[in-house]
């Protein structure tokens, strides 16, 4: 008998022998136990999950003479042409290459005939390769289809079925497994079948397989083979070691010994990019990554070497560098400028290598700060014969007579302390703080010449009296005169009128850089479509539409001119007229009242008299000289 895949062999046979899939599995069990078998079913999820072999199971279920608890026997005869591939009761159909509205037409055709057994099951795989036309001539069969009929639909990328047939459907989705329960399924066929493969090579299956049990056990079957010892596809630690070194130059030689074994640049990009993704799921959470303690430790250190930013450049560089292979004469060009520009992140001015140059200034200003707060934390050195000379404290200046004179203090003493008042006494404390005499502010120059301030000459020998208290002290300095732009308030907090009144131009310049957005909703609605006309007389006059506009926001004038004193640092008057009004010139009083409208009583109007008013072709030809009437 011919060999017999591993995949092939170990296929499930029941669904209690489906592995990873327990909410689907669970959900169609009860359903043929319970007799509730929907009409259509939708199976999607990655490939190697087990989509065609529950469908099969699902078949056998339903068809078996004597099924047990929703599980197929396996022994009647039904269930063994299901599994030799021989039943007339399931008919499976490639939808990739029976794509066409006419293969359609013809399942259609077919699907009233009736079978031998109770259930007639049509599975169709890859259902999203059907056409347009294709899929809508079975959607009619597909909504009601005969009461022995069964439809289960297989495909690995369900968002490209249309949404007519899904919603028709009962959606199932199949799931990759994790790599415990990989390793432990590939562990039991390697231990059922008798094959001898190491530990080591088991952990390679796994990692090769990523989740798909098909892919697995297919990659076991190479290893068993080629007698336990698989040959390792060429790894790309290399290259993500170039990366957090940032050496160009070992990742162009990783290139170059790739590209020299016969290596593809598309799929050496492509095992890039897949180790890349590990590196940063491990910098998210290092339960997103599915690999062994080892592994995972190793890409752990990478990511914290690269840091996410530069790991994400990387990763975003390396796709669009593959998604341009497409159309590139030599892919391994693309893959090394690509290589080289992450390597120097310095040559490149795209936002994301910006991004990356500022993270590693970042992470090295705080490897510094670290350092230096170790040092300054480190352990003082010890007392002893040993220890460093302490710098000796400093001793105070003596005092001047002039300090004397002006605070008291004595001869012998220090900064207006008492001196000790007999032998033995402790010196004064070093801590005590010294009196310390108040600034003296610097003097503005005036008209008026200011004398010197004179103080009194030292003593010239020991125990000489103190100077006379009637000694001149130093006069002190006159206050320095406020600005004449320098902003004044009032104990109340009052702005009083001290700075430059602004000029049109600072009002209009405020006015749409800060003011306006500082006022209130209902005021800034009424004052967006006004202007300052001018600023003259202490008065800032401020034009609106009409004067109904005017009237509306002298409602809110206040809150304006509180705004424009708050920002200018004066009291700001505002005036409001209306635009194209001649203004009288302000003289900072008040505002002349206007006079009132005059009353027009219509009774008084007369017609004018006949030949006076001019006709409007009268004005057309006075407007247009030298014009003829053609047609009146």
């Not at 359609?104 to 890859?126: N, S």
């Not at 990783?254 to 598309?266: I, K, L, Q, T």
């Amino acid at each position: 008998m011919a060999y017999q895949s591993l995949y092939r062999r170990y296929r499930p046979q029941r669904f209690e022998e489906v592995r990873g899939q327990d909410h689907v599995v669970k959900t169609l069990r009860n359903a043929v136990r319970t007799g509730t078998v929907a009409h259509a079913y939708l199976f999607s999820g990655p490939r190697g999950t087990g989509k065609t072999s529950t469908a099969r199971i699902l078949a056998k279920a339903l068809n078996c003479a004597a099924p047990e608890d929703g599980e197929p026997c396996g022994r009647c005869q039904s269930c063994i042409e299901i599994v030799e591939g021989r039943s007339l009761d399931v008919i499976e159909l490639d939808a990739a290459s029976n794509r066409g509205i006419d293969a359609m037409r013809e399942l259609v055709a077919r699907v009233p005939l009736g079978t031998p057994g109770r259930w007639k099951i049509y599975i169709v795989d890859e259902v999203h390769m059907l056409t347009t036309e294709a899929a809508n001539t079975l959607l009619k069969t597909l909504e009601e289809p005969p009461a022995h009929v069964v439809f289960v639909l297989a495909t690995t990328e369900p968002q490209k079925v249309l949404l007519t047939i899904r919603s028709r459907t009962q959606p199932f989705e199949f799931r990759l497994l994790s790599p415990g329960l990989l390793a432990e399924q590939v562990r039991w066929v390697a231990a059922d079948a008798g094959l001898d493969v190491a530990p080591e090579a088991i952990d390679l299956v796994v990692r090769r397989g990523n989740g798909s049990v098909r892919d697995a056990l297919s990659v076991l079957d190479q290893v068993a083979a080629a007698g336990g010892i698989d040959h390792e596809p060429p790894g790309t630690d290399e290259v993500i070691e170039a990366l957090c070194e940032r050496d160009a130059g070992q990742a162009l030689v990783f290139v170059a010994e790739r590209a020299g074994a016969g290596h593809d640049a598309r799929q050496l990009t492509r095992d890039i990019l897949e180790h890349l993704r590990q590196v940063f799921l491990a910098t998210m959470s290092r339960g997103l990554v599915g690999l062994p303690d080892d592994d995972l430790a190793r890409v752990e250190a990478q990511g914290r070497r690269l840091g996410p930013a530069a790991t994400v450049r990387a990763m975003e560089t390396l796709g669009d560098a593959l998604i341009a292979m497409r159309d590139a004469p030599d892919p391994r060009v693309l893959l090394e400028v690509a290589l080289v520009r992450l390597c120097n992140p310095d040559v490149d001015v795209s936002s994301s290598a910006l991004l990356e140059r500022i993270e590693r200034l970042e992470r090295a200003l705080a490897e510094q700060g670290g350092r230096a707060s170790a040092q300054a934390t480190a352990t003082p050195p010890p007392a002893g014969p040993l220890a460093p000379p302490q710098p000796a404290p400093a001793r105070p200046a003596p005092v001047s007579g002039a300090r004397q004179a002006l605070t008291g203090a004595r001869p012998g003493s220090h900064g207006g302390a008492p001196a000790p008042s007999r032998a033995g006494a402790p010196p004064p404390s070093p801590t005590a703080p010294a009196a310390t005499p108040p600034p003296t502010p610097t003097p503005t120059p005036t008209p008026t010449p200011t004398p010197a301030p004179t103080a009194a000459p030292p003593p010239s020998r020991a125990g000489a009296p103190p100077p006379s208290p009637t000694a001149p002290a130093a006069t002190p300095a006159r206050p320095p005169t406020p600005s004449p732009t320098a902003q004044a308030t009032t104990p109340a907090g009052v702005t009083t009128d001290v700075g430059r009144f602004p000029s049109r131009d600072d009002l209009t310049l405020a006015w749409g850089d800060h003011i306006l957005g500082r006022l209130s909703r209902r005021a800034a609605v009424r004052f967006q479509v006004g202007r300052f006309l001018s600023a003259d007389g202490g008065v800032a006059t401020f034009a609106l539409p009409n004067a109904v506009h005017r009237d509306r926001c002298e409602e809110a004038r206040a809150e304006v001119e509180q705004a424009l004193s708050a920002h200018f640092g004066r009291r700001i008057p505002l005036k409001l007229v209306v635009d194209g009004q001649p203004v009288a010139p302000a003289t900072g009083g008040p505002a002349a009242p206007e006079a009132p409208d005059e009353d027009v009583d219509l009774d008084d109007l007369r017609d004018a008299p006949p030949g006076t008013l001019a006709s409007p072709l009268d004005h057309v030809m006075e407007a247009f000289k030298g014009a003829q009437v053609v047609e009146e």
